[in-house]
């Protein structure tokens, strides 16, 4: 059974720090993109950031979170992780991984079309 576990959530002040992870079982994760998005209430789904798979170490970053977000994986552990800093108001939202499973080369894409399985998220609320 494919399972993608999202963690890391939580109420930070802004300026803060928080790093997310997602977890596979069921599969290996080392062959995929995995990307990282977001979605606030009554706002679209939007991309944060992506990593390429087959050990390529590209990665991909929204305008919004550049110089602040990084994406990084551990092939080991099938976890793909997603620091966070220098946190927003604006930052706020239920954060979700996802992968493509499909054959993809190049730079890894921010569209939610692009990917194939969706874990559930985990909430990060900017606040003080």
């Known amino acids: 059974q494919l399972q993608f576990v999202e963690s890391g959530g939580a109420l930070v002040q802004p300026g803060g720090s928080l790093r997310l992870a997602c977890t596979t079982s069921?599969?290996?994760?080392?062959?995929?993109?995995v990307g990282w998005f977001r979605q606030a209430p009554g706002q679209e789904r939007e991309g944060v950031s992506c990593?390429?798979?087959?050990?390529?170490?590209?990665?991909n970053s929204a305008d919004s979170v550049k110089g602040r977000f990084t994406i990084s994986r551990d092939n080991a552990k099938d976890t793909v992780y997603l620091q966070m800093s220098s946190l927003k108001p604006e930052d706020t939202a239920v954060y979700s991984c996802?992968?493509?499973?499909?054959?993809?080369?190049?730079?890894?894409?921010?569209?939610?079309?692009?990917?194939?399985?969706w874990g559930q998220g985990t909430q990060v609320t900017v606040s003080s």
């Open positions: 990593v390429s798979g087959h050990g390529w170490p590209m990665t």
């Open positions: 069921g599969f290996a994760l080392d062959n995929f993109v």
């Open positions: 996802a992968v493509r499973f499909r054959p993809y080369a190049g730079t890894c894409a921010l569209t939610k079309g692009q990917y194939d399985f």
